[in-house]
C-alpha cells in the first residue's frame, strides 16, 4: 500500500483519538483507514495503537514512530511547497541546449532573461547534434529543424530563408552559377559534423518539377561556423547558411546571394522540450522572451537598399509566429536543406 497514505493515516488516528474522526477528515472510509494503519504494524512487525470498543490509544513504540511520522510528512509537505514555487516563479538553473550557431542570436534573449528573472541561471551548451534532452538533463532545446522525435514538443519560434552566397571577389573570378548544376564548377564551403552520418555535401534546391539535390565539393569542410565565416568572406567558395546568419555581410555587399530562385522555402527555429503538461516556469518564460526577441528581427538578407545593389534576391519577406501551434519538425528533405547545422537535423 501507499506507505505515505498509511503514515497519514496513522497520524490523524492518534491526533484525533478515533478511526473513525481520522477517516472523516481524510475524506476516507473507516475500514480503509484501518486497512492503512495495520499495514504499518504488520509491516514493522510492532503494535502501534491499542484498541477497544471505546477508545485508541497510542504504545510506547506508536509513539516514537508517531513523533518521526510528523517529521516525515512535514518534509514532504515542504518538498511539494517547494516545487510547486518553482512550477509558479522562474528560479532555478535552465539547462539550455541549442544549434552551434544559435548562441549569438538568442544572447540578447538571455541577457533580458536575466535582467527580468535574476533568480534563474542560463547554462547554455551548443552542439552540433541534436541531443536527447531528457538522457542528459537538459530542459529546452532551440534548434535549427531539429530532428524528428515523437516524445518531444515543439513550438516554432521563427521561420528564416537559407541563402547561397559568396564574396563579389570569389564570384569575379569564377563567375556567378545560373543554376544549381554549375556548382560542380565552383569550391563549396562544407560544414560538417563527424557526429552525423551524412557529410554535408548535398545541397538541397527547389525547381518547377520540386525538390532536387546538388553533390558538391570543395577545399574546406569544417564543423566550425566561424571558420566558415572567414572562408566565405575572404572569396575561398561559396556557401549555403541561414540567411540571419550572413545578413550584415550580405546586407553591405560584403556577400553576394545566388541562385535565389531556387532557394524559395522557408525554415524553423524551434523550441523543443519533453513535457506538455506541468511547463515549468522558467521554461515557458524564457521561451516567450526568445519568441518575442525573433519576432522583431528582418530575417530578409535583400531588405531596404541591399536589394538594389545585390543581384538575385528574390526579397521575400520571411514571417514569424510565436504563438503558432506546437508542431512537428519538417520532412527529412528539409532538414538537409537549412545549412549549417541546420542540414543535419538540428
Known amino acids: 500500500m501507499d506507505r505515505v497514505t498509511s503514515m497519514l493515516s496513522f497520524v490523524k488516528v492518534v491526533e484525533l483519538s478515533g478511526f473513525s474522526s481520522a477517516a472523516r477528515q481524510l475524506s476516507l472510509a473507516t475500514s480503509i483507514v484501518t486497512t492503512h494503519v495495520k499495514s504499518l504494524e504488520d509491516r514493522l512487525g510492532v503494535r502501534l495503537l491499542n ?16 513523533e518521526r511520522c510528523i517529521q516525515i510528512l512535514s518534509e514532504i509537505e515542504e518538498a511539494e511547497e517547494a516545487a510547486q514555487v518553482l512550477q509558479a516563479k522562474p528560479r532555478g538553473v535552465l539547462r539550455l541546449n541549442t544549434s552551434s550557431v544559435l548562441p549569438p542570436l538568442i544572447a540578447p534573449s538571455i541577457a533580458e532573461y536575466n535582467e527580468t528573472y535574476p533568480d534563474v541561471t542560463v547554462r547554455l551548451t551548443a552542439t552540433g547534434r541534436m541531443i536527447d534532452l531528457v538522457e542528459e538533463g537538459f530542459d529546452l532545446a532551440i534548434r535549427y529543424v531539429a530532428a ?3 516524445s518531444l514538443i515543439v513550438r516554432r519560434l521563427a521561420s528564416y530563408p537559407i541563402v547561397v552566397c559568396a564574396s563579389p571577389e570569389y564570384l569575379a573570378k569564377r563567375g556567378h552559377p545560373k543554376h544549381p548544376s554549375d556548382l560542380a564548377h565552383h569550391n563549396c564551403l562544407i560544414y560538417y559534423d563527424s557526429s552525423f552520418s551524412k557529410d554535408g555535401k548535398e545541397w538541397m534546391f527547389t525547381g518547377p518539377d520540386g525538390e532536387f539535390s546538388v553533390r558538391v565539393s570543395g ?3 569544417t564543423n566550425s561556423p566561424d571558420a566558415l565565416r572567414a572562408a566565405v568572406l575572404s572569396g575561398q567558395g561559396l556557401l549555403m547558411a541561414p540567411a540571419h546568419i550572413m545578413l550584415e555581410n550580405l546586407r553591405s555587399g560584403a556577400l553576394v546571394p545566388v541562385l535565389s ?4 522555402n522557408q525554415f524553423s ?10 511547463l515549468p516556469a522558467k521554461v515557458r518564460t524564457f521561451i516567450d522572451v526568445v519568441a518575442k526577441n525573433l519576432r522583431k528581427i528582418d530575417w530578409d538578407p535583400c531588405s531596404s537598399d541591399s536589394k538594389s545593389r545585390n543581384s538575385g534576391g528574390d526579397g521575400t519577406q520571411s514571417t514569424v509566429d510565436a504563438h503558432a501551434p506546437e508542431s512537428q519538425p519538417q520532412s527529412k528533405s528539409l532538414r538537409r536543406r537549412a545549412g549549417f547545422d541546420g542540414h543535419a537535423g538540428t
Open 261 to 264: 530562385d531556387f532557394l524559395c
Open 269 to 278: 527555429i524551434d523550441a523543443l522540450y519533453p513535457h506538455r503538461e506541468h
Open 148 to 150: 524528428p522525435d515523437s
Open 219 to 221: 577545399t574546406l569542410e
Open 51 to 66: 484498541r477497544t470498543t471505546r477508545n485508541v490509544s497510542v504504545t510506547e513504540a506508536g509513539k516514537a514512530y508517531y
